[in-house]
C-alpha cells in the first residue's frame, strides 16, 4: 500500500496511507492561504498543483500560473525525493488533506513546541 512517511532526520514520526494528498498552510506574512496538490509514487512525491489564494512576499505566481476562482492557480508537476517542511509554533500549523479532509499535523505529530524540520517521503 502506498503511504507518505514523515520523518525528523531518519525517524519515521508518522505514516499516513493515500495515493494523494493536499497541503495547505497560510503564510506566516501575508497571512494567505497556500495550497498544493502532491500524488505519492512508490519512489517520489510529486507536485501536481498549487494554488495561492494572492500574491505577496515571496508568494508570486509561476510562468504558466493563472488567475482563477479567486486564486493564482498551477498545474506545474515537480519530481520531489521528498519534500521538506519547517513547522513552528509561531505560525499556524501545515494541514494535510485528504479527499476533502483536513487536519493539522500536529493530528499526526503533536503540537510543534519549537522549530521543526520534518521531511515527507514515499514509503
Same mark, same amino acid.
Given at each position: 500500500?502506498? *503511504?507518505?512517511?514523515?520523518? *525528523?532526520g ?44 494572492? %500574491?505577496?512576499?515571496? =508568494?508570486? $505566481? ?5 488567475w ?5 492557480? %498551477?498545474?506545474?508537476? =515537480?519530481?520531489?525525493? %521528498?519534500? %521538506?517542511?519547517?513547522?513552528? $509554533? ?5 494541514e494535510w /488533506?485528504?479527499?476533502?479532509? /483536513? ?7 503533536g ?11 514515499? /514509503?
Amino acid at each position: 500500500m502506498i *503511504a507518505a512517511c514523515i520523518l *525528523a532526520g531518519t525517524v519515521v514520526l508518522a505514516r499516513i496511507p493515500g495515493e494523494a494528498f493536499t497541503l495547505r498552510w497560510m503564510h506566516s506574512v501575508e497571512h494567505i492561504l497556500w495550497e498544493e496538490d502532491y500524488e505519492v509514487q512508490a519512489a517520489a512525491i510529486v507536485l501536481v498543483g498549487s494554488r495561492v489564494r494572492g %500574491s505577496g512576499a515571496g =508568494m508570486e $505566481p509561476d510562468a504558466g500560473g493563472r488567475w482563477q476562482d479567486g486564486a493564482w492557480q %498551477s498545474d506545474r508537476r =515537480m519530481r520531489l525525493a %521528498s519534500l %521538506s517542511l519547517t513547522r513552528s $509554533p509561531f505560525a499556524r500549523d501545515y494541514e494535510w /488533506c485528504v479527499d476533502g479532509r /483536513c487536519r493539522p499535523l500536529a493530528h499526526w505529530l503533536g503540537a510543534a513546541d519549537e522549530i521543526q524540520f520534518i521531511r515527507v517521503t514515499p /514509503c
